[in-house]
């Protein structure tokens, strides 16, 4: 896991289980996920994490097997107060479920360690669909400001991500 400035809070970003996970792409993105949580105008800074273990194709015990042992180390470095993981390509509220409980586990606490949670361990009702909503709120205010609209416009949305499950 990189983490990027925590002057004025924890750092905050995604786990990525897939292949092409390389240390270069997490430092990008950890760096890049900085900017983007300073445009939310929450005191976090940035981080991003992740293995080249694909989930694909797996059973849900190796999943599972796998998700304690990278929570194994990571719960070292993460904490409310300190870094909150979130889901990325590759983990979603299945594996932020074992990672969650395996930091329970270790470290004997019910807190909010990570986000994109399943309803069962504390979660939003919401979650899958959030992003979603973030989008279309950003666009439409976007769109507002040259006094427009999206009546009667045609919407293009490229990607196939969290939001388009």
Do not use: W
């Not at 929570?71 to 479920?97: C, F, N, Q, W, Y």
């Not at 400001?145 to 293009?156: I, L, N």
């Amino acid at each position: 896991r990189v983490q990027f400035n925590s002057a004025i809070g924890p750092y905050k970003g995604g786990l990525r289980f897939h292949p092409s996970v390389k240390l270069s792409i997490i430092k990008f993105l950890g760096f890049e996920q900085v900017l983007k949580n300073s445009l939310t105008g929450l005191p976090l800074g940035g981080g991003k994490g992740g293995a080249d273990f694909d989930p694909k194709g797996k059973s849900d015990a190796e999943i599972m097997r796998f998700c304690q042992a990278f929570m194994t180390e990571l719960s070292k470095h993460v904490g409310p107060d300190t870094d909150v993981p979130a889901g990325d390509i590759g983990v979603g509220g299945r594996e932020i479920g074992f990672m969650f409980g395996m930091y329970k586990k270790l470290r004997n606490e019910f807190t909010g360690v990570l986000t994109g949670k399943g309803l069962q361990y504390g979660g939003s009702l919401i979650r899958p669909e959030a992003t979603g909503y973030g989008l279309v709120y950003f666009a439409r205010e976007m769109l507002a400001t040259k006094r427009m609209s999206f009546e009667g416009a045609r919407v293009s949305i490229s990607g196939s991500g969290n939001v388009a499950q």
